[in-house]
């Protein structure tokens, strides 16, 4: 036969252990609620504008959202419905779109939702416009890329493609992936 006082030491190392699985349980749920707490934004703005300048003390672009929207995980800045206006040799180019994601120092934008881009024309150029659902713009190195498909029109002349990669730094404009364009006849006598 066995003295049930001996089996007071069980109960109790049982009971003890269960309360620690328990406090374990309850206390890794409060970590997460926390955690998921923080994985939201630490800061909100509405109508906020930020302005960039180069070495020369010149304005280099203005940046206009909606929203804003500042994550501390990853320093990564959420905009809603930003409108772009970069300034280059006293060119002005205007980037709009449905929402953007801003990197850290904001070297790199990538924004997404009917992303439009429209460059005024000058005396000797046409008005350039380019529509697409993604476009990734550097600002500071004036270089943009997308896989996403694109239209792009520069005054009567039209283009469609898989993608693009442009550098104004260097004048470039590359349309990826099976192009077609419109190029309207030639006026005047040939040559």
């Not at 206390?27 to 997460?32: G, L, M, V």
């Not at 939201?40 to 109508?47: C, K």
């Not at 929207?69 to 205007?94: F, I, K, M, V």
């Not at 008005?127 to 190195?141: K, M, R, Y």
């Amino acid at each position: 036969m066995i003295d049930t006082w001996r089996l007071y030491p069980v109960i109790a190392l049982t009971l003890l252990a269960g309360a620690s699985v328990w406090l374990e349980r309850v206390t890794r749920s409060e970590e997460a609620a926390i955690a998921r707490e923080r994985s939201g934004p630490d800061f909100i703005a509405t109508q906020t504008r930020v302005v960039g300048f180069g070495e020369d003390g010149g304005q280099r672009y203005e940046l206009l959202a909606e929203r804003l929207e500042h994550y501390p995980q990853d320093g990564a800045t959420r905009l809603h419905q930003p409108r772009l206006r970069l300034h280059s040799a006293g060119r002005e180019t205007l980037i709009s779109a449905g929402r953007a994601d801003v990197s850290p120092g904001g070297e790199q934008v990538d924004l997404a939702g009917e992303v439009r881009v429209r460059r005024p024309g000058t005396a000797s150029e046409a008005p350039l416009g380019l529509d697409s659902e993604a476009l990734t713009v550097w600002p500071d190195a004036h270089r943009a890329h997308t896989d996403s498909p694109v239209s792009l029109t520069r005054g009567n002349v039209r283009a469609t493609a898989l993608g693009l990669r442009a550098d104004n730094l260097f004048g470039t404009l590359e349309l990826i992936g099976e192009v077609r364009s419109t190029l309207p006849r030639r006026q005047g006598p040939p040559t």
